[in-house]
């Protein structure tokens, strides 16, 4: 290559490398995530909070989890998805170049037609008063269109404007554009031609004159509409146009014809021939780089989520709060451990071990003087803690030399050091403006050019290592290292804990507040003191190691643990008490991995500066918001279960009018709950209660399925909600539906049984003797299934393979001459066949007995598998073990676990079985990390279910006996990314449960 290529190629990385300094985080999903296509054509928010978009093969639905596809094999019309809509009934139209599709929830319809083949402009359908479909198209002449749809076929009834063929170099500028107004029925119609108009009932009337061009018009998720005309905003008012003031929009902005508006009126859209997305705020204009290719539409969501979509896929950014310093060739360096600002407003990033870079005007400049201004000639590591003095003099922590300062111009050594030693943390004293410095060797003062050390170990501990200062209220120095805090006062030095001050943990992060209280963080939490006492911040996040602290303001603080970052409300807690924690994570823009050491940095601009692992990061406070719109929700599906343990959803129409007969076995009802966050669909939370049944709702979790059994013929109303990521619940929803009675429990029925008992006693001793051949029938009959019950547990007890293998694993110890081993589980089999054998008439046990049985048949089981699972059989003192339960209730599930569910794992299994004792009930709980039901159908190891079916049979007919019955609920165990960790079953035996009726037969 030759030296002006060179020097050419240099020049194009050069504004590469600019140009990926900072950024916003977007999440990219493409064909690999689900969807469709990658060329997005349109954007559009349904009722429901589904996210539709449109793309050259078709149309996808996201719910912030999962993408659903629709093409032409589904029933579109033509593959090219022009826009989207939604009608007053949900129904979602998709308009495409070959005509109308309408989903109306569970298939499409579509309504081809010629007409929209040869148009110029294809816009959303409309649907105004009367639930009646317009479509506006623009003509080959450049004419707006109107056709009506009447379900089946296409009728022009409106035409707008005079002939005004378009020539090239008139085409964007005098292109109609329309947008339709729902709350005044009102068509507003535009181009650089005829200006605006508005359009009711088929009369137009002019609001604004011709323009050099009309770009687009947009409904803000504020209800507001608004306009693009002539490099300028404007918002629409009835028949009037109101212009947004701003400074710095370039003229002819709107290249692609798309813009959007947030709940706070903030405009946003795309530079024309640039890669800048342009925010407008309250007149000020902001801009940020998008390296992710022409945007083609935009849309906020009602959460205010940005959606792009783009030659290259869909991309979400859920807050422009966090801005992303990512490590790049010729951008900011790695493992950035210290953060700080010179008095010129230039950012200073020390690195742990390539040194120091300045950021100023979006580009990354190595600082390679301070070593020769130091006479310094080594490598420095940086390490966390700097300062900014009031002076504008940076402090930089450093191994070797301790500490740097930085006058804006030249580099200095801070402490003067003939020992290795390192700087871990700078303090400025508010009063004096003396600088403290924790080391490796203890603390040092700077102070007029003196410089003063203590020899100190913090809490007398073994290290001198100081990870934080700071200074109180009555003029102590606080000295924290990781295990211990010492105290500094009138050249004292005291060690905590002692009598007034009982606080025996170390100091990773000191704050004083706007109140002078101090804030400690470190392994154990965050603590409180307010020269009283110590006081533990209780919060599930707080509960782990504390990195940094960092107040906002007065009312708030921003607090970085080993995993997380939060927001603490400091204002609440001093009001109320009450611990008010923020999470701020993917939902809000932060996607780093583990904040540093004493990483926060405040700038001169308000920005916080955070270092992790993997990046550093500007917050922006005044952006960080709880999402206050909580997820759409809505019944999913409704499914039953048949006798085969099979949920059968039901069809569509029956699901809205919900009045279900049960079949003979279907005693099983399950309601699919979805809630839409297309933010965190993650951290939705689920709650539902069935009036009449359940005593109060469900405890809040992330299981969206609400599981009933038994439930009897009647009326119900089944309350649900659910609420966002940050604990945002939606509105109560309702579902109501019917259980009709089987024949014979119909009223009817019961009259004409009564009629019929009237008739016997009338007839006498006909009647009678009828009545007792029918007793004695049902008495035999009762007798029959009795045998029948007794001869099936029999079979059920043990599988003919367990007891062979059994023999052949003891065998196999006695040919090893493991005679001890041999002789125990030999006893152990023994002691399964003679709880079979004996009393095998009676269909139930003391819980002791089938507990023992239980345990038998696992150590049997883990002679045989070695160490392939473990189990554990957890039993308080206060379960009374004499009670009667059901032969085998424990032992069907904890055989199914095993078999179905730890056998096929590559991985030691385990299997847990608890005994609670609740309230009015034994409840049993068997819980294994198997591979789950869904995997065990996959490998067809699941068996044939005769155990539960026989185990259901009988307790059928033991609950028949009874007001309270026995009951189970199996629940699939999943993970945050959907994968099967288990199974879960809850087992219920009401107190007082009676099987005498069983027992009298026996």
């Given amino acids: 290559m030759n030296k002006s290529g060179l020097i050419a190629v240099l020049i194009i990385l050069l504004f590469q490398l600019k140009g990926t300094a900072q950024e916003l985080h977007y999440d990219h999903f493409t064909t690999r995530e689900g969807l469709l296509q990658m060329q997005v054509t349109a954007l559009f928010q349904d009722s429901k909070g589904h996210l539709w978009v449109g793309t050259k093969l078709g149309a996808s639905r996201f719910d912030g989890k999962h993408f659903t596809n629709f093409t032409i094999q589904d029933g579109l019309p033509e593959s090219f998805v022009d826009n989207i809509s939604e009608d007053s009934a949900g129904r979602i139209l998709l308009l495409t170049r070959g005509g109308l599709a309408i989903y109306d929830g569970s298939a499409i319809s579509g309504f081809p037609s010629e007409i929209f083949k040869s148009r110029m402009s294809l816009f959303p359908p409309v649907v105004k008063q009367g639930d009646s479909i317009f479509i506006y198209l623009t003509n080959q002449y450049n004419q707006l269109e109107g056709y009506y749809f009447d379900g089946k076929t296409y009728l022009l009834m409106e035409t707008y404007f005079d002939p005004n063929p378009l020539s090239n170099d008139k085409f964007a500028n005098e292109l109609i554009t329309i947008i339709y107004d729902f709350p005044s029925n009102t068509l507003y119609a535009g181009s650089g031609k005829w200006g605006i108009h508005a359009i009711r009932a088929g009369k137009m009337k002019k609001i604004a004159d011709a323009f050099e061009a009309v770009e687009s018009f947009a409904r803000g998720v504020d209800g507001e509409l608004y306009v693009c005309f002539d490099a300028q905003f404007g918002r629409i008012t009835g028949d009037e146009i109101h212009l947004i003031p701003s400074e710095g929009i370039p003229q002819a902005l709107l290249e692609n014809k798309s813009f959007a508006v947030d709940r706070d009126g903030r405009i946003i859209y795309r530079e024309n021939k640039n890669q800048k997305l342009v925010i407008l705020e309250k007149e000020r204009v902001f801009k940020e780089t998008f390296d992710h290719g022409i945007i083609i539409e935009m849309l906020v969501d009602r959460e205010g989520n940005l959606w792009l979509g783009s030659e290259k896929g869909l991309f979400r950014n859920t807050s422009r709060a966090i801005l992303n310093f990512i490590p790049r060739p010729g951008g900011i360096s790695d493992y950035i451990w210290s953060v700080s600002e010179d008095k010129h407003g230039n950012m200073l990033f020390g690195a742990y071990d390539k040194g120091l870079q300045m950021y100023h005007d979006g580009q990354f400049k190595s600082m390679e003087r301070y070593r020769s201004q130091t006479n310094l000639n080594i490598p420095h590591q940086f390490y966390m803690g700097s300062l900014r003095a009031k002076s504008g003099d940076v402090y930089l922590p450093v191994t070797f030399r301790t500490l740097l300062r930085y006058d804006g111009t030249k580099f200095f050594q801070a402490i003067k050091s003939e020992k290795f030693n390192t700087a871990f943390y700078v303090y400025e004293d508010p009063n004096d403006a003396s600088i403290y410095v924790g080391t490796s060797l203890g603390l040092f003062r700077l102070l007029n050019g003196v410089q003063e050390h203590w020899d100190v170990q913090p809490g007398n501990g073994k290290s001198k290592s100081i990870t934080s200062v700071v200074k109180d209220r009555s003029g102590r120095i606080w000295i924290a290292g990781f295990n211990g805090i010492s105290l500094l006062q009138n050249n004292e030095i005291r060690h905590l804990p002692y009598a007034e001050m009982s606080f025996p943990h170390g100091g990773n992060a000191l704050l004083r507040d706007s109140l002078d209280n101090i804030w400690i963080g470190n392994p154990q939490g965050l603590f409180f003191y307010n020269y009283e006492s110590f006081l533990k911040i209780e919060h599930p996040k707080l509960d782990k190691l504390v990195l940094s602290l960092a107040m906002v303001g007065d009312s708030a603080m921003l607090i970085g643990t080993i995993s997380d970052l939060l927001m603490f409300n400091v204002k609440t807690f001093y009001q109320t008490g009450e611990v008010s924690i923020m999470s701020i994570g993917p939902d809000k823009g932060y ?24 990046r550093v990061v500007r917050i922006d406070p005044a952006q960080l918001h709880l999402n206050t719109i909580p997820p759409e929700v809505y019944i999913g599906t409704v499914s039953l279960m048949d006798e085969k343990m099979n949920w059968n959803p039901l069809e569509r129409d029956q699901m809205y009018h919900p009045v279900f007969y049960y079949a003979k076995d279907e005693k099983n009802i399950r309601f699919d709950i979805t809630a839409v966050s297309l933010r965190d669909p993650d951290g939705v939370t689920y709650s539902h209660f069935l009036e009449g049944y359940d005593k109060g709702w469900s405890s809040p979790d992330h299981e969206s399925d609400a599981v009933y059994t038994n439930l009897q013929p009647g009326e119900y109303s089944l309350f649900y909600k659910a609420a966002n990521t940050d604990g945002v619940w939606s509105k109560e929803h309702v579902y109501k539906f019917t259980i009709k009675p089987i024949f014979y ?37 009762n007798e029959r299934k009795i045998a029948e019950f007794q001869l099936l547990s029999i079979k059920n007890q043990i599988d003919p393979h367990f007891t062979y293998n059994a023999i052949n694993s003891i065998a196999a110890a006695v040919l090893k001459e493991e005679k001890n081993v041999a002789y125990t589980y030999f006893v152990k089999l023994s002691q399964l066949m003679r709880s079979i054998l004996q009393n095998n008439d009676k269909l139930t046990r003391s819980l002791e007995s089938e507990i023992s049985f239980v345990r038998d048949y696992l150590d049997i089981q883990h002679f045989r598998f070695r160490e392939h699972f473990s189990y554990s059989i957890e039993i308080p003192s ?79 007919h033991f609950n028949e006996q009874n007001q309270k019955k026995i009951s189970w609920q199996i629940t699939d165990l999943i993970d945050d990314k959907g994968h099967a960790t288990g199974t879960h079953v809850d087992l219920i035996i009401p107190d007082g449960f009676s099987y005498r009726h069983h027992l009298k037969q026996s």
């Fill in 591 to 614: 996607h780093a991995i583990e904040p540093g050491q004493n990483g926060f940095y405040r700038d001169t601009k308000g920005y916080y500066w955070l270092t992790n692992s993997d």
């Fill in 745 to 781: 429990q119909t009223i009817w029925f019961k009259v004409s049984g009564i009629l019929l008992a009237a008739a016997i006693l009338f007839f006498g001793g006909v009647g009678l003797t009828n009545e007792r051949r029918k007793k004695q029938l049902a008495f035999q009959e």
């Fill in 878 to 956: 206060t379960i009374d073990m004499q009670m009667e339960v059901p032969r085998m209730c424990i032992q069907t599930f904890a055989e199914n676990a095993l078999k179905h569910g730890l056998m096929h794992k590559t991985s030691p299994g385990f299997l847990q079985i608890t005994l609670l004792k609740e309230q009015k009930c034994l409840k049993i709980c068997i819980e294994d990390d198997g591979i789950g039901r869904a995997r065990a159908l996959e490998l067809k190891t699941a068996g044939t279910g005769m155990g539960l079916n026989i185990l259901q049979r009988y307790t059928d």
